[in-house]
């Protein structure tokens, strides 16, 4: 009996511990983002008004999160629009993202349309860690078949005190400041 008490002790305070990790995680990320700057490969950094960004995280629950961005850039005297909307899910360790709808006009180039609806939502896997009050995420690249590409950084995120660097590998370097 005793043991089987200790044991239901130590479950409980590794599921507190758990919670705790991920309401840190939830009060990093919660809230609404603006765009601040775009550092591209070749150096240039570009700001509004020549690109503007906000990023709207709403938890759902400790571990589920709504997230969605807009980011609108010029480009040659054209406006870009890119929106996503999509859901999170967080652990310690890991976070699935499931995209549900995503619009694109100008951000990469795209085959066919620039709205994508997804019936069952777009899942995509990655990495979650917490070091010294940054979160960071990251999704591997993947290739048209869904594998990882060998020597591409992908895709990080970096939450921590109300500043968000995010990185796709050779292509720019974003940064978000907290405005709500």
């Known amino acids: ?24 995680m939830q009060d990093a990320c919660r809230g609404t983002w603006e765009l601040a700057s775009r550092e591209l490969v070749d150096g240039r950094t ?11 995280w709403e938890p759902i629950d400790a571990r589920k999160a709504h997230v969605s961005m807009t980011v609108v850039r010029e480009d040659g005297g054209k406006q870009m629009v890119d929106h996503a909307a999509s859901t999170y899910e967080i652990s ?4 699935t993202r499931k995209r549900h709808a995503l619009i694109q006009r100008g951000y990469r180039d795209r085959e066919g349309a620039t709205l994508s609806h997804y019936v069952r939502a777009k899942t995509e896997k990655g990495k979650a860690s917490i070091e010294g009050g940054q979160i960071t995420y990251h999704h591997a690249a993947k290739d048209v078949a869904g594998g990882t590409l060998p020597g591409d950084d992908g895709y990080t995120e970096i939450f921590g005190d109300g ?4 990185t796709y590998a050779g292509t720019f370097k974003d940064t978000w400041r907290r405005i709500k």
């Open 163 to 166: 500043v968000m660097t995010a």
């Open 1 to 24: 009996m005793l043991k089987r008490t200790m044991v239901s002790v130590l479950t409980l305070v590794a599921a507190m511990g758990c919670s705790d990790r991920l309401s840190q």
């Open 92 to 95: 310690t360790s890991a976070i």
């Open 46 to 56: 570009i700001s509004p008004p020549m690109i503007e960004g906000v990023m709207h």
